[in-house]
């Protein structure tokens, strides 16, 4: 099953090969798929739908791929979820790691604004949270710097 992102992806590559073949242009087109959808698709619908266990399956979704793109949405979520619960420290927590884990995706981006935001800017780091986070296994970060291009 496909998780939401890439099915944005998938939608282009046919609207691209619709167009080509209505111009006869010869073209080559090229897109990625990634999936355990499954995950990330219920713990975004407990979310959106308010239903208790949206903590817990966005949790699940960082616990068991720490490393997928995905976790930086699971860690987005659950700082908002905190902050719509008014635990201010546990949302910065939340912000501020997808913000050192992932800092050049989308949700980390958002994440930042969120810092901003006079109560979680305010607010301490939420212990739990931090010693929850601190037990993952995270992926060591790539380092680009030294890939050369050809």
Request: aromatic share 12%.
């Amino acid at each position: 099953m496909p998780a939401p992102e890439p099915t944005h992806a998938i939608a282009l590559a046919i609207r691209e090969a619709l167009k080509a073949k209505e111009t006869g242009e010869e073209t080559v087109i090229l897109t990625a798929l990634c999936g355990h959808g499954h995950f990330d698709l219920a713990a975004y619908d407990a979310y959106l739908n308010g239903r208790p266990e949206r903590v817990a399956l966005m949790k699940e979704q960082i616990a068991r791929f720490p490393g997928d793109s995905r976790a930086s949405t699971a860690l987005y979520y659950l700082g908002r979820a905190a902050w719509a619960a008014g635990k201010y420290a546990e949302a910065r927590t939340w912000y501020e790691q997808n913000s050192a884990r992932f800092p050049h995706f989308y949700y980390a981006v958002l994440s930042r604004e969120r810092l901003t935001e006079p109560k979680v800017a305010a607010a301490k780091l939420d212990i739990a949270t931090a010693e929850w986070l601190s037990r993952i296994d995270w992926p060591r970060p790539r380092d680009f710097s030294a890939v050369v291009a050809n």
